[in-house]
């Protein structure tokens, strides 16, 4: 599986065995941890601690895996009920005469959880092509549409943008044998084509993380670590999520492997759909997309794409958007990809104390790190451009009080904005009663209502057009060598 790894096997972890990572600093002596140096891998009791708290977490997750999913059904569907009676008591009075809907998840009306938190479908028409606004904005769309079944994906991208629908992708993880739950498809996505430009645009979009989804939770929690020679060390959750192979790693191809027949992997199934639609036009360039999970794994495709020498489709990448991303490597791993990237091929788009970019840890313990700038934007959309956010490692301000108050004003602040907004800047940014009870639970945890899509909606389309010109005049320069056939290094 590669020189060096350090995979969890939750199978083999016991209350001893747990107890034991805490006392000795010999991590790779534990049975519930495979790697490729079993007596020489060891850590801090940070390290191990934080290890064994993802280790507890998870074994809770696969313990109400279930109930989580039922718990999410009912209000996915009680929510979606409400939206189409329009008012809670036309929803009592219908259901107390005996009438109902008939309602299916598969429905492109059927609306998300994360969907009903933001139920705007439209791209903002104040935002045009020429707009440096205009791809960031398209992609957050993309990346929230994720989230919503293949009928209202189609349904958004047909009927709302006006866009060529390529297709929806149920993926399989095959790394596990055993999932967190019974669902067979933890990764999702979907292409389209905006042929507005001058140049088609493809546009690839990971779901992230869903709500009531232990094993997304469980993907995420995962703090295995797998090395790509040439590239650095990269978080296995999102790897295996993405099309890890258990016992071939990272094949090229995989028609040689007749276990794998029956089954689609989100990184070879889009790479296969992208060198289709790019061989019918040398003009035609591809971004990649995602929120959370979503943007960990939008990172993570043109690493492998990489790894796999696929330098055709590479130089036909025009960025990679993300939105509330996690950290997903080393050191190196953020050398490699800043030297493939560049500053005008990656755009990591983060919103004020948002938890989940601020994870894992960047510290001495955790070898996790973000690379390139960031997009940063505060609970005003202001935005700048940043090597790092501040707070940069989300519950480090525990041993500062100040900023932990000042987390709680800004979680304040929100709360109040969310009525606000319609008077500054109309309907099209009115927050609905489940947005709001998200921003009331951040009074107690901050940070977590602000890794919302709404806000990233928001942000895309509020902040000064500036914002996005830092390193845009690059950008378009090497986008019209491309067109014009000239190469370029990075």
């Avoid at 107690?444 to 899509?453: D, R």
């Amino acid at each position: 599986m590669g020189d060096e790894y350090m995979r969890l096997d939750l199978n083999e972890v016991g209350v001893w065995e747990l107890c034991l990572l805490l006392l000795d600093e010999k991590i790779g002596a534990r049975k519930f941890i495979n790697s490729h140096d079993d007596e020489g891998l060891r850590g801090t009791f940070t390290h191990r601690f934080l290890i064994f708290i993802s280790i507890v977490f998870i074994r809770g997750l696969k313990l109400i895996s279930r109930p989580l999913e039922c718990l999410g059904r009912f209000i996915e569907s009680f929510l979606n009920l409400w939206t189409h009676y329009a008012s809670f008591c036309m929803l009592v009075m219908n259901t107390i005469q005996g009438k109902s809907v008939e309602l299916c998840r598969e429905s492109p009306n059927f609306l998300s959880a994360i969907g009903l938190t933001d139920t705007r479908v439209e791209l903002d028409d104040e935002i045009h092509r020429e707009d440096p606004r205009y791809i960031s904005a398209l992609a957050i769309m993309a990346a929230k549409t994720a989230y919503e079944n293949e009928a209202r994906v189609k349904k958004i991208v047909e009927d709302h943008w006006k866009m060529e629908f390529v297709g929806f992708y149920n993926c399989s993880d095959a790394f596990d044998t055993k999932s967190a739950t019974t669902k067979e498809h933890p990764t999702q996505a979907f292409i389209f084509i905006d042929k507005t430009g001058d140049h088609d645009l493809i546009c690839v979009s990971f779901r992230g993380t869903s709500p009531f989804s232990a094993d997304d939770w469980c993907t995420d929690l995962d703090f295995s670590w797998f090395l790509l020679h040439g590239i650095g060390k990269v978080h296995m959750g999102f790897m295996k999520a993405l099309g890890l192979q258990k016992n071939v790693s990272w094949p090229k191809e995989l028609e040689e492997y007749e276990e794998y027949d029956d089954k689609i992997f989100a990184y070879y199934k889009i790479r296969q759909v992208l060198r289709e639609k790019l061989d019918e036009n040398k003009n035609t360039r591809f971004i990649v997309t995602g929120h959370s999970l979503g943007g960990a794994l939008a990172v993570l495709f043109p690493v492998i794409l990489r790894f796999h020498k696929e330098f055709e489709l590479l130089e036909r990448l025009a960025g990679v958007y993300t939105f509330g991303q996690p950290r997903v490597g080393d050191g190196e791993f953020c050398k490699s990809m800043e030297s493939l990237l560049g500053v005008e091929r990656y755009f990591r788009l983060i919103y004020s104390n948002d938890i989940v970019p601020r994870i894992p840890f960047d510290d001495s313990d955790f070898m996790f790190k973000h690379f390139g700038y960031c997009y940063y934007f505060n609970s005003f959309y202001k935005g700048q451009v940043m090597k790092e956010v501040p707070n940069k490692n989300y519950f480090r301000p525990l041993y500062r009080p100040v900023l932990i108050e000042l987390m709680y004003l800004n979680a304040l602040f929100e709360v109040v904005r969310s009525g606000a907004l319609t008077y500054a800047f109309g309907r099209k940014y009115k927050e609905g009663r489940l947005l709001l009870g998200v921003r009331l639970f951040g009074l107690i945890l901050p940070g977590v209502s602000a890794h919302c899509p709404q806000d990233y909606v928001n942000l895309t389309r509020l902040c000064s057009p500036d914002t996005f010109n830092t390193f845009q005049e690059d950008y378009y320069s090497k986008q019209r060598q491309l067109l014009n056939g000239i190469e370029y290094d990075d």
